[in-house]
């Protein structure tokens, strides 16, 4: 009968893990395989980041595609970590691949809910604290991980370091938050922020000018009160052309 399973390269590969991050900035993950026409569920494991916090996914492979949910309890706000963090990212990372940005896990006080899929039919989970809904690469602000209980491969992915502010590297004992969390002003405000501090400025002007602007209209229609739809799409919108333009000068830089 095909299933899904989570398994354990050898006892040295769990001694290894027992630490999240290697001294390198790299991280290692068992592995989730999936099987066609198969369902299982995989309990995730908190980090020191947010110890408290606790989850699972449910993953079922369909005709290529793997869909994946995401349920968390005891969570909390990603903003308390302070400085440039706002909100929570979940990514697939496959063997030898790019971490795949599947997508923004928004929370309902501590809790929260998130559906995704991916080609991918092997592959960790990382669930990561991030400035943006747009991040293209892990920070090192990972907060849960897919358990494993059996044979497999580890995964390891390279982590964003020393680039983001914080006020705090834990938000162990920090109280948690009621109602859904809205972060994307805030979203808004860093993803300018990030592009300023690459120099976009100087080295992309029109596409940062052009970020600018949109940050202007997401401040106005926060300020006027409108429709909280509209202000997310305006803040969205000032992400996805800050970004652009801190990709940009970047490339420019070297």
Same mark, same amino acid.
């Given at each position: 009968m095909p299933f899904c399973r989570v398994v354990f390269a050898s006892a040295?590969?769990?001694?290894? #893990?027992v630490a999240t991050c290697f001294a390198d900035g790299v991280i290692g993950v068992l592995a989730i395989t999936c099987a066609d026409s198969a369902s299982e569920r995989v309990p995730l494991r908190s980090t020191d980041r947010l110890p408290e916090a606790s989850?699972?996914?449910?993953?079922?492979?369909?005709?290529?595609t793997t869909e994946i949910e995401v349920k968390l309890d005891s969570m909390k706000p990603a903003m308390l970590f302070g400085g440039d963090y706002n909100t929570y990212v979940l990514w697939v990372v496959p063997p030898g691949g790019a971490a795949e940005n599947r997508g923004e896990i %928004?929370? /309902?006080? &501590?809790?929260a809910v998130a559906r995704a899929e991916t080609t991918q039919s092997e592959f960790a989970i990382l669930i990561s604290a991030e400035?943006? =809904?747009l991040v293209s690469t892990p920070s090192a602000f990972i907060v849960l991980q897919n358990e494993g209980t059996g044979s497999s491969q580890i995964i390891r992915q390279r982590l964003i370091e020393g680039v983001y502010n914080f006020d705090r *590297? *834990? #938000? /162990? &004992?920090?109280?948690? &938050?009621?109602?859904? %969390?809205?972060?994307?002003?805030?979203?808004a =405000?860093?993803?300018v922020r990030l592009a300023q501090r690459a120099n976009a400025s100087m080295l992309a002007p029109e596409e940062f000018a052009q970020a600018q602007h949109a940050l202007q209209r997401? %401040?106005?229609?926060w300020r006027e009160r409108r429709d909280r739809t509209e202000t997310a799409a305006h803040a969205r919108e000032t992400v996805r052309l800050a970004v652009a333009a801190q990709r940009l000068a970047q490339d420019r830089a070297f």
């Amino acid at each position: 009968m095909p299933f899904c399973r989570v398994v354990f390269a050898s006892a040295l590969a769990v001694h290894l #893990l027992v630490a999240t991050c290697f001294a390198d900035g790299v991280i290692g993950v068992l592995a989730i395989t999936c099987a066609d026409s198969a369902s299982e569920r995989v309990p995730l494991r908190s980090t020191d980041r947010l110890p408290e916090a606790s989850g699972a996914i449910t993953v079922e492979r369909m005709g290529g595609t793997t869909e994946i949910e995401v349920k968390l309890d005891s969570m909390k706000p990603a903003m308390l970590f302070g400085g440039d963090y706002n909100t929570y990212v979940l990514w697939v990372v496959p063997p030898g691949g790019a971490a795949e940005n599947r997508g923004e896990i %928004i929370l /309902d006080g &501590s809790h929260a809910v998130a559906r995704a899929e991916t080609t991918q039919s092997e592959f960790a989970i990382l669930i990561s604290a991030e400035p943006h =809904f747009l991040v293209s690469t892990p920070s090192a602000f990972i907060v849960l991980q897919n358990e494993g209980t059996g044979s497999s491969q580890i995964i390891r992915q390279r982590l964003i370091e020393g680039v983001y502010n914080f006020d705090r *590297s *834990s #938000l /162990d &004992s920090v109280p948690k &938050s009621r109602g859904k %969390i809205h972060t994307d002003v805030r979203q808004a =405000f860093t993803a300018v922020r990030l592009a300023q501090r690459a120099n976009a400025s100087m080295l992309a002007p029109e596409e940062f000018a052009q970020a600018q602007h949109a940050l202007q209209r997401t %401040i106005s229609s926060w300020r006027e009160r409108r429709d909280r739809t509209e202000t997310a799409a305006h803040a969205r919108e000032t992400v996805r052309l800050a970004v652009a333009a801190q990709r940009l000068a970047q490339d420019r830089a070297f």
